[in-house]
């Protein structure tokens, strides 16, 4: 067993000790709204959203994209358990600017073990056991933060499975201070439409 697993199965034994009221929660989030964000380990939502546990779904990929998979958990949090409100927070120095689908497609091509970055860009450490299929993939990559947002929300927005009814709000997370900046072009593009 590593030691990340030890560490990790210590950290739920003492979490679950005092559990509590907790297992009373209710499936509905309790504060009806969904965060779609970034898997980036400096985002905490709960802590930058003020949220408790039950309060709100929480959403998460690389770059907090409206993916197929991200639209689906949405339209599930609304449909099946009653949320009436999404955001969409990106965040600053957020790692997808800093590669393209192809840079990472030939990444994949020769090796599937981590790489590295410099000056020069992006580098294979290795060059064994590599596969095109990363090739296949739209890895939805972005230059431009506030497009990125508003991109999604309107993606989110003009979905066939998304109701006219429920607001998508459009934000950027600053790294350096905290703050949930508005992309006010995003907000304005989910505005409820019914």
Known sequence: MSKIVQEVVAANKKYA???GEKSELGLPPARGFAILTCMDARLDPAKYAGLAEGDAHVIRNAG???SDDAIRSLVISHKLL???EWFVIHHTDCGMELFT???IGDLLETSLKTAT???DGWKNQTTEGGSVAGKYINWLTFKDNAQSVL????RIRTHPLVPA???IYGYIYDCKTGLLVEVPAASQAGQVTA
Do not use: H, L, N
Not at 151 to 154: L, Q, R, T
């Open 64 to 66: 907090g994209r409206a």
């Open 151 to 154: 991109e999604d929300v309107v």
């Open 101 to 103: 689908s192809e840079i």
């Open 165 to 167: 009814y429920i607001p």
């Open 117 to 119: 970055i410099d000056a």
């Open 82 to 84: 009653g949320t009436q």
């Open 17 to 19: 000790a005092d559990f």
